[in-house]
């Protein structure tokens, strides 16, 4: 039986993280898309004036898992929210209760932090996840729409008059 345990996320911990960010870009078939690495990572997650945050999910002291998240704001609540932008569990160590126990002390930040919620996304076609998220009793938001803007897009809509 492993001895699964949560801690925050250390400057030493950049080239885990990055395999833990390109394994769950190859399952959401999107490794092309990555253009982390590891200096980023440390100059992002670890900056000093840094707004994002990360946790390691050990199992017997090795790296199984983690979650990287920040905070927002709900302007209708006047509260700050935690946003879990990845959650990720490598294939082998899944079925142990490490998501879960990832998702518990987040949830228990986002109540020490006084946030009002704590949320996430999940790619539609992951049933997996979104059978888990609904075992724990999140509810899936479906009558927000995402949007995105990026690259070029991104760029140009920025500099055009």
């Given at each position: 039986m492993s001895l699964l345990s949560i801690r925050p996320a250390v400057v030493d911990d950049s080239s885990t993280i990055l395999k833990f960010i390109?394994?769950?870009?190859?399952?959401?078939?999107?490794?092309?898309?990555?253009?982390?690495?590891e200096q980023t990572i440390k100059e992002t997650i670890f900056a000093?004036?840094?707004?994002?945050?990360?946790?390691?999910?050990?199992?017997?002291?090795?790296?199984?898992?983690?979650?990287?998240?920040?905070f927002n704001y709900s302007t209708w609540l006047a509260k700050p929210g935690l946003y879990l932008e990845d959650l990720y569990v490598t294939e082998t160590q899944r079925g142990q209760g490490a998501g879960k126990l990832l998702l518990k002390r987040l949830a228990q930040i986002a109540l020490e932090q006084g946030c009002g919620r704590f949320e996430w996304s999940c790619l539609d076609w992951n049933t997996p996840a979104r059978?888990?998220?609904?075992?724990?009793?999140?509810?899936?938001?479906?009558?927000?729409?995402?949007?995105?803007?990026?690259?070029?897009?991104l760029h140009q809509f920025a500099k055009d008059d």
């Open positions: 390109t394994e769950l870009a190859i399952y959401e078939k999107a490794e092309h898309e990555v253009l982390a690495n000093p004036s840094g707004h994002v945050n990360a946790l390691i999910c050990e199992s017997n002291g090795t790296p199984i898992g983690m979650a990287i998240y920040f059978d888990f998220y609904h075992s724990i009793g999140a509810v899936a938001q479906t009558q927000w729409i995402g949007y995105r803007m990026a690259g070029n897009t």
